[in-house]
């Protein structure tokens, strides 16, 4: 992947020293995923032009970790904070943050909460002025999501998120993000809607054809995204998918100058 010529010099600063890559913000990202008759489909937004990150790309739902995600009174069933630890390969904290994060944050951008009245059920209808309601409250960090959970009686499915992968925004970018990728199932009953935000676009579309697209120039792709994609690319169900076994290797790009060229190395 060939980058601006202007990130060379500060790629420069960083390995002679002169300056510190910015910290990256512990973050999470779900591909959200259903059946249709012509095979496995991913829900995908298009960022706003106007972004400060990643302008124009088409993503996953996803983004930081609120402080008050970690909140311990947060109702949770499934694997244990301390399970998803393990699995993340991080401390037990930063995994009850990031597996609530990545609730969270599809909620706030697709309308898809998985969550339930108990273990075994889910919520089967999120639309509704009281939903956008709260649905916006957590968009303006007006309401934790402990306390919507808390008042709607309902529990967060850690149950319903596969560990995908763990992507790092290279060294050299002004906006830095340690990112967790998830991978869940459409709720039955639940649909998504364009909630609008942060993006302009919404669809639903075969991972292969995503890639066709941004191959052919019509979308742009992250390399995370593009990388991902290809996997799920490979199944043709979403059970499949849910139930692959993967190891969760962290990945950080990085930056390098081949013939005077700025490039980006996976």
Same mark, same amino acid.
């Given at each position: 992947?060939?980058?601006?010529?202007?990130l060379?010099?500060?790629?420069?600063?960083?390995?002679? /020293?002169?300056? !510190?890559?910015? &910290?990256?913000?512990?973050?999470?990202? @779900?591909a959200? =995923?259903?059946?249709?008759?012509?095979?496995?489909e %991913?829900?995908?937004?298009?960022?706003?032009?106007?972004?400060a990150?990643?302008? /124009? +790309?088409?993503?996953?739902p996803?983004?930081?970790?609120?402080p008050?995600?970690? !909140?311990? +009174?947060?109702?949770?069933? $499934? &694997?244990? &904070?301390?399970?998803?630890?393990?699995?993340l390969q991080?401390?037990?904290?930063?995994?009850?943050?990031? %597996?609530?994060?990545? *609730?969270?944050?599809?909620?706030e951008?697709?309308? *898809?909460?998985?969550?339930? &009245? $108990?273990?075994d059920? @889910? %919520?089967?209808?999120?639309?509704? #002025?009281?939903?956008?309601?709260d649905?916006?409250a957590?968009?303006?960090?007006?309401?934790?999501?402990?306390?919507?959970?808390?008042?709607?009686?309902l @529990?967060?499915?850690? !149950?319903?998120?596969?560990?995908?992968a763990?992507?790092?925004?290279p060294?050299?970018?002004t906006?830095?993000?340690?990112?967790?990728?998830f991978?869940?199932?459409?709720?039955?009953g639940q649909?998504?809607?364009?909630?609008?935000g #942060?993006?302009?676009? *919404?669809?639903?579309?075969?991972?292969?054809?995503?890639l066709?697209? +941004?191959?052919?120039?019509?979308?742009?792709?992250?390399?995370?995204?593009?990388?991902? =994609?290809? #996997?799920l690319?490979?199944?043709?169900?979403?059970?499949?998918?849910?139930?692959? #076994?993967r190891?969760?290797?962290?990945?950080?790009p990085?930056?390098v100058?081949?013939?005077?060229?700025?490039? =980006?190395?996976?």
């Amino acid at each position: 992947m060939e980058l601006p010529q202007e990130l060379l010099e500060r790629a420069r600063a960083i390995a002679a /020293g002169r300056i !510190d890559p910015v &910290p990256a913000r512990d973050s999470a990202t @779900v591909a959200l =995923l259903r059946d249709r008759p012509g095979g496995l489909e %991913v829900y995908l937004l298009r960022r706003k032009a106007t972004m400060a990150f990643a302008a /124009g +790309a088409y993503v996953f739902p996803g983004g930081s970790v609120d402080p008050r995600d970690t !909140d311990h +009174a947060l109702a949770w069933a $499934g &694997p244990s &904070p301390a399970e998803w630890a393990k699995i993340l390969q991080s401390d037990e904290s930063t995994a009850r943050g990031l %597996v609530c994060a990545a *609730v969270r944050e599809t909620f706030e951008e697709s309308g *898809v909460l998985l969550a339930g &009245p $108990g273990p075994d059920e @889910v %919520v089967a209808d999120t639309t509704g #002025e009281d939903w956008e309601a709260d649905r916006l409250a957590l968009i303006d960090r007006g309401l934790a999501f402990a306390d919507f959970l808390d008042r709607r009686e309902l @529990v967060l499915r850690t !149950d319903l998120l596969t560990a995908w992968a763990h992507w790092v925004t290279p060294d050299v970018e002004t906006k830095r993000f340690d990112t967790r990728f998830f991978a869940a199932a459409l709720p039955y009953g639940q649909r998504t809607r364009d909630v609008g935000g #942060e993006a302009d676009q *919404v669809c639903w579309t075969r991972p292969r054809e995503a890639l066709d697209r +941004a191959e052919r120039g019509d979308i742009f792709l992250m390399p995370p995204t593009y990388v991902t =994609l290809g #996997e799920l690319a490979e199944y043709g169900e979403s059970a499949a998918v849910l139930a692959a #076994e993967r190891e969760i290797v962290r990945v950080q790009p990085r930056v390098v100058e081949i013939d005077g060229q700025v490039r =980006l190395d996976v």
